[in-house]
């Protein structure tokens, strides 16, 4: 089945551009210029994968808010900034509020179809696991393979698809030292050291959120992270 991307852009040109490209590709592309015509689709149906941009029109950070209400509306749904604020103020915030990538407009039409198929793979290899029934139980948490649900204490842990693909290889081997590098591979998403170390971030936050006192994502300095059983 032909995967629908959205695009929420309010340059109509740019827009276009990159739905241009990504039909190529075999994709279906719904444009959108505005962060209340975007959601108003989005309440009807969901597409397969979300890039907006943060600045909409008169909404100078109207993409930020319609991430927000995206992943309120579906928890593991991906979503891609792709927008010309490159400041690391915004890429924190873009991935803060449950991004799963953010990159600026200088980037190359193939890097970004590069990353976009990249995410759209891992919801791929998600779904064709789904009849495996995978669940790995560590301490206290647990992890639901082919729902992609992962408990904490027995309380859910609201995760991202990237997220849960980095606590998954986290933990499936623990005290391991996993590489940034072999985070990403875990994930099936391209990323920079900078997005990786942002997401643990925001994992470690979620988990606090439920339990002050988490401290199972040890930080192995120069190296990448480990699982503490």
């Given at each position: 089945?032909?995967?629908?991307?959205?695009?929420?852009?309010?340059?109509?040109?740019?827009?276009?551009?990159?739905?241009?490209?990504?039909?190529?590709?075999?994709?279906?592309?719904?444009?959108?210029?505005?962060?209340?015509?975007?959601?108003?689709?989005?309440?009807?149906?969901l597409?397969?994968?979300?890039?907006?941009?943060?600045?909409?029109?008169?909404?100078?950070?109207?993409?930020?808010?319609l991430?927000?209400?995206?992943?309120?509306?579906?928890?593991?749904?991906?979503?891609?900034?792709?927008?010309?604020?490159?400041?690391?103020?915004?890429?924190?915030?873009?991935?803060?509020?449950?991004?799963?990538?953010?990159l600026?407009?200088?980037?190359?039409?193939?890097?970004?179809?590069?990353?976009?198929?990249?995410?759209?793979?891992?919801?791929?290899?998600?779904?064709?696991?789904?009849?495996?029934?995978?669940?790995?139980?560590?301490?206290?948490?647990?992890?639901?393979?082919?729902?992609?649900?992962?408990?904490?204490?027995?309380?859910?842990?609201?995760?991202t698809?990237?997220?849960?693909?980095?606590?998954?290889?986290?933990?499936?081997?623990?005290?391991?030292?996993?590489?940034?590098?072999?985070?990403?591979?875990?994930?099936?998403?391209?990323?920079?050291?900078?997005?990786?170390?942002?997401?643990?971030?925001?994992?470690?936050?979620k988990?606090?959120?439920?339990?002050?006192?988490?401290?199972?994502?040890?930080?192995?300095?120069?190296?990448?992270?480990?699982?503490?059983?």
């Amino acid at each position: 089945m032909t995967a629908t991307i959205a695009i929420v852009e309010d340059e109509r040109a740019i827009a276009e551009n990159y739905r241009d490209a990504l039909r190529r590709s075999g994709y279906t592309v719904n444009l959108y210029e505005a962060r209340t015509e975007a959601l108003e689709a989005f309440r009807q149906r969901l597409p397969d994968l979300a890039v907006i941009d943060v600045g909409l029109g008169a909404e100078v950070e109207g993409g930020f808010e319609l991430c927000r209400e995206l992943r309120a509306m579906a928890p593991t749904l991906p979503i891609l900034f792709l927008t010309a604020r490159d400041s690391e103020l915004d890429i924190i915030s873009g991935l803060r509020l449950g991004a799963d990538d953010y990159l600026t407009k200088d980037i190359s039409l193939p890097h970004m179809q590069a990353r976009i198929n990249a995410l759209l793979r891992r919801v791929s290899v998600l779904r064709d696991r789904t009849d495996d029934g995978e669940c790995l139980e560590q301490g206290d948490l647990a992890l639901d393979v082919s729902r992609l649900h992962c408990l904490w204490k027995d309380e859910p842990v609201e995760l991202t698809v990237t997220e849960f693909w980095i606590v998954h290889a986290l933990a499936k081997r623990p005290g391991h030292v996993k590489s940034r590098g072999q985070l990403m591979e875990a994930a099936r998403v391209v990323l920079d050291d900078n997005t990786i170390t942002s997401h643990v971030k925001r994992i470690r936050r979620k988990f606090q959120q439920l339990d002050p006192d988490f401290d199972a994502i040890a930080t192995a300095y120069g190296m990448g992270y480990r699982w503490q059983a």
